[in-house]
């Protein structure tokens, strides 16, 4: 079974950036893969952050990281980046990657339902 694993989380102050990456168990290739990262704030709903689609290259943010994340992924390395730029105290949460199966169209991307695997999660907290 896939397993994803996210790394790059931390403690950064407002307007720093971080990288979160999200990478797949050796065995499997993300290639088939669309990757979605989401979050979930203390006493808030998980929602989705920004996501990809390696069949046909298609994106989605969330209106709230819009140019500010953008999100990318390296066939060599066998990984999915989130960069993260501008940081805003309220951009703290747990940030999660996930896999689901194409297609997925963009107005879908933001729904955790679409996703079957998931990390376990990486702490970012944006603070001064």
């Known amino acids: 079974q896939l397993q994803l694993v996210e790394s790059g989380g931390g403690l950064v102050q407002p307007g720093g950036s971080l990288r979160l990456s999200c990478a797949a168990s050796?065995?499997?290739?993300?290639?088939?893969?669309?990757i979605g990262w989401f979050r979930q704030a203390p006493g808030k709903e998980r929602e989705g952050v920004s996501s990809i689609s390696s069949s046909d290259g298609s994106t989605y943010y969330a209106d709230s990281v819009k140019g500010r994340f953008a999100i990318s992924k390296d066939y060599a390395k066998n990984t999915v980046t989130l960069l993260m730029n501008s940081l805003k105290p309220e951009d703290t949460a747990v940030y999660y990657c996930a896999a689901g199966w194409p297609p997925i169209s963009p107005s879908q991307m933001a729904f955790d339902y679409e996703y079957e695997y998931w990390g376990q999660g990486t702490q970012v907290t944006v603070s001064s």
């Open positions: 050796t065995e499997f290739t993300l290639d088939y893969y669309v």
